[in-house]
DNA sequence: CCCCTTCTGTACCGAACGGTGCGGAACTGC
DNA sequence: GCAGTTCCGCACCGTTCGGTACAGAAGGGG
């Protein structure tokens, strides 16, 4: 607020920044996404960025934080079909739009295989906790979101009453979380949109 | 063959070793479940263990090695409720013990949460390579043992006929990736109990 | 022009990594 | 007792880990 001028500022004292900062956290949510964090080194985030530790540390505070920023990169590009399915009219779209999703994001060419919020840290040592607990709380929000809009779904009788939100939620990001498992094992789109639909044919109506 | 009588030999030659090798297996076990192939380090794993690292390679042979050993003895201990639902009498019966199974193993007390086979090494930096295709194939033959499982119900009926036993079995392992997944995550053996009955709601029958 | 600020490349830090050489301890067979 | 064999604890190997000190380069403000 003070210091609302500086927003228009276009060339700060100091020299200029040698890279771009989102090309360089894409290609570190790349590698986090690939190796884990604990199995992405600094010398290959640095590298896939194309710059050098320091100027790392100096834009980014440490590894930690860089993992930090290059997940919610992933939150913002990747995996925004979360929002988009549960802005989908009726609670059956929006379970149908988050699996179809989570498929394609899971298996998309060119991109590594699986889901950076399951396969970022699963299971760790001391050095990983942190990213572990992180992506924990990352899923476990995707569940409340999803949770919200099912109960949105009952209230508005789009689900039959009685349903448990909460459930059917928690339902589909297991499923969703299984489907990146298998992804990263090697399944194939097709098995995985095969699954999926199977995972739906029981959902309830009204 | 040649050498049959020397299974019945209970003292061999030499200095006797000083520590039980399936309880020492058993500890390792233990930590590669719960902080993964590469987040566990020797030092971790020897001090849990109660072994030095001399004797540790000496037994086991490496790192690597004795992941593979651990795996077997998850195998053939936690995760022998694979083989045991397998033998039940029909497909609903087979499934319904594969999914509650799986929950209660990633959900015993005193034991790490979540499943070895997935969070062990389900992304990995360079190290963890080979530990990550072996738990691939590990999941991809589970999936084979229901799958021809499958087969075997629709061949006798107990599955209408026309159903695919690859999918069935894909699908179930799919659900039971993402338990272990919450699992890791906390989630409780009760919520996911529910989820698993959810997930074999519209199990088909003849 | 010089000063100040910011960014970058190199070279380096202590710690931890997986793995091993070696001398001595503990056992069997003779 | 003495050789032969196996196991164990300690100290150590080279490498890599995440993180940083420092000096020079590249920009703006006066």
Redesign the interface.
Known sequence: MIDHVNTQRKAPIGRPRGFDVEKALDQAMRVF????Y????LT?LTNAMGISRTSMYAAFGSKEDLFHQALQRYTDGPAAYVPRALEESTAWQVATAFLNGSVRATTSPGC?A?CLG???S???????LSARDT??AW??NGISLLRERFQRAVDEGDLPAGT?PG??A??L??????????A????TRD??H??AD??L??WPRT
């Open positions: 996404w690939e190796q884990g604990e199995g992405a080194s290959d590594p699986g399951v396969q970022g699963l299971a760790a040592g001391e050095a990983g992506l924990a899923r476990d448990d459930l059917l928690r339902y990001m297991t499923v969703a979380n299984g489907i990146a498992v298998q990263a094992g090697g399944a098995d995985l095969m699954v199977m995972a044919r029981h």
